[in-house]
């Protein structure tokens, strides 16, 4: 038996940014051999720097947000403009078992690597593309960025203060439609196991975050009724909020389900006068009065520190978490005892710390490998290994800038 789930799977990784990177490092965690296949003159937007803080860092190998979405991966450099380099491509294509690209709707196609001509060269070729709308349709043509998907699948309209704009959350989108991209393609890999078909996955991202509101979706069409964004309530829990703790910036989130957790709650506040209030006796009445709730307990909890008070409550039997910030994530003593963060080194950034893979699995563990790779790090022994060409085609390609 593999001790990696994936080992012995190839993946030419045609995806950049974030979304399909993620993915695919998702597989290298379980094993996958993944090749991801740039350009010089197609530079990754996270080699550059970070959409979010506006960064430039100092060249292409230098960005430790490349880092956190390609490790275990090894790059190439191929001009898929250039008709050599797209046979070039096709060539990957032929020694691998899935092939992930995320860039605009028919860009592959244009270049000749489509489904219909990679299935040439690998019949049962398992090729997913993952763009903001799908392949097809009236807003296939659309880009795919994550406020986009985000607002058109719906969440964004969900997510945010009852009245306060929608919130797009951004890049995490990406990751939400890259955790379900690698979900599709594990599903492909079983098929094409049990048939020996490959197949072509059109992924809509938008689509994905719809999946994710099903509820609110099925709301609509059951009773005409559009939910809306609430802020931290829920809808049937009260108190279910966000509340000030003592120090700068500091809160902690409590939410209480049913009549038992909200009397150990009162117990723990000492059973103020406020709490016997009638009209707070049963979980509808808490919910009808909730911000009257919601104010008394702000007066509560802003005395108390917030991970002293989680324990307080936890221990009485009421869910109750401080907002951490990334600084305590980091320290956190759950975190820590199920290393979630490692160092790996990188050849430009020294020792960086990196979150390990989302799972635990004792017979074939997820791991990381090594750092993401410089730009075009691997080209010599990808273009000798998987496609079979000698030193001599190599340095040529090099100095025509096929291979660039």
């Given at each position: 038996?593999?001790?990696?789930?994936?080992?012995?799977?190839?993946?030419?990784?045609?995806?950049?940014?974030?979304?399909?990177?993620?993915?695919?490092?998702?597989?290298?965690?379980?094993?996958?051999?993944?090749v991801k296949i740039e350009s010089k003159k197609r530079i990754d937007q996270t080699r550059q720097g970070s959409m979010t803080l506006g960064e430039d860092y100092e060249g292409y190998d230098a960005s430790p947000v490349f880092n956190n979405a390609n490790l275990n991966k090894k790059s190439v450099t191929l001009d898929l403009k250039n008709p050599q380099g797209s046979e070039l491509a096709?060539?990957?294509?032929?020694?691998?078992?899935?092939?992930?690209?995320?860039?605009?709707?028919?860009?592959?196609?244009?270049?000749?690597?489509?489904?219909?001509?990679?299935?040439?060269?690998?019949?049962?070729?398992?090729?997913?593309?993952?763009?903001?709308?799908?392949?097809?349709?009236?807003?296939?043509?659309?880009?795919?960025?994550?406020?986009?998907?985000?607002?058109?699948?719906?969440?964004?309209?969900?997510?945010?203060?009852?009245?306060?704009?929608?919130?797009?959350?951004?890049?995490?989108?990406?990751?939400?439609?890259?955790?379900?991209?690698?979900?599709?393609?594990?599903?492909?890999?079983?098929?094409?196991?049990?048939?020996?078909?490959?197949?072509?996955?059109?992924?809509?991202?938008?689509?994905?975050?719809?999946?994710?509101?099903?509820?609110?979706?099925?709301?609509?069409?059951?009773?005409?009724?559009s939910p809306s964004r609430c802020g931290n309530q829920d809808e049937i829990m009260a108190p279910h909020q966000v509340y000030r703790c003592d120090g700068d910036d500091k809160w902690i989130s409590i939410a209480v389900a049913n009549d038992e957790e909200w009397d150990s709650l009162c117990n723990v506040m000492g059973n103020p006068d406020w709490t016997k209030n009638e009209a707070y006796?049963?979980?509808?009445?808490?919910?009808?009065?909730?911000?009257?709730?919601?104010?008394?307990?702000?007066?509560?909890?802003?005395?108390?520190?917030?991970?002293?008070?989680?324990?307080?409550?936890?221990?009485?039997?009421?869910?109750?978490?401080?907002?951490?910030?990334?600084?305590?994530?980091?320290?956190?003593?759950?975190?820590?005892?199920?290393?979630?963060?490692?160092?790996?080194?990188?050849?430009?950034?020294?020792?960086?710390?990196?979150?390990?893979?989302?799972?635990?699995?004792?017979?074939?563990?997820?791991?990381?490998?090594?750092?993401?790779?410089?730009?075009?790090?691997?080209?010599?022994?990808?273009?000798?290994?998987?496609?079979?060409?000698?030193?001599?085609?190599?340095?040529?390609?090099?100095?025509?800038?096929?291979?660039?």
């Open positions: 038996m593999n001790n990696e789930a994936l080992k012995g799977i190839k993946i030419a990784d045609f995806s950049w940014v974030w979304a399909g990177p993620y993915s695919t490092l998702l597989l290298s965690f379980l094993g996958a051999d993944v096709k060539r990957l294509v032929a020694s691998s078992d899935i092939v992930f690209e995320n860039m605009r709707a028919g860009v592959m196609d244009k270049l000749g690597l489509g489904y219909e001509d990679l299935k040439k060269v690998k019949p049962d070729i398992i090729m997913i593309s993952c763009s903001g709308f799908g392949a097809k349709g009236p807003y296939g043509h659309f880009a795919g960025y994550a406020p986009i998907f985000a607002s058109f699948g719906g969440l964004a309209h969900l997510t945010g203060y009852e009245d306060g704009e929608p919130n797009t959350m951004s890049g995490v989108m990406d990751l939400r439609v890259g955790t379900m991209a690698a979900s599709a393609v594990l599903a492909a890999l079983i098929h094409r196991d049990k048939t020996g078909e490959g197949q072509y996955i059109d992924l809509s991202s938008s689509e994905c975050i719809s999946s994710l509101v099903g509820g609110e979706l099925l709301q609509y069409a059951m009773n005409g009724t006796a049963d979980q509808a009445g808490r919910f009808a009065n909730r911000r009257e709730i919601d104010s008394h307990m702000s007066e509560w909890t802003i005395h108390y520190n917030s991970m002293d008070l989680m324990h307080t409550l936890q221990e009485a039997g009421v869910a109750a978490m401080p907002s951490f910030s990334s600084e305590e994530i980091l320290a956190d003593p759950h975190i820590k005892a199920r290393e979630k963060l490692v160092e790996v080194e990188h050849p430009y950034l020294g020792k960086k710390v990196v979150v390990t893979p989302p799972w635990k699995m004792s017979g074939t563990p997820a791991v990381i490998h090594k750092a993401s790779p410089l730009l075009g790090e691997n080209n010599k022994e990808v273009f000798k290994e998987w496609v079979g060409l000698t030193e001599e085609e190599i340095e040529t390609y090099i100095q025509e800038e096929v291979i660039y």
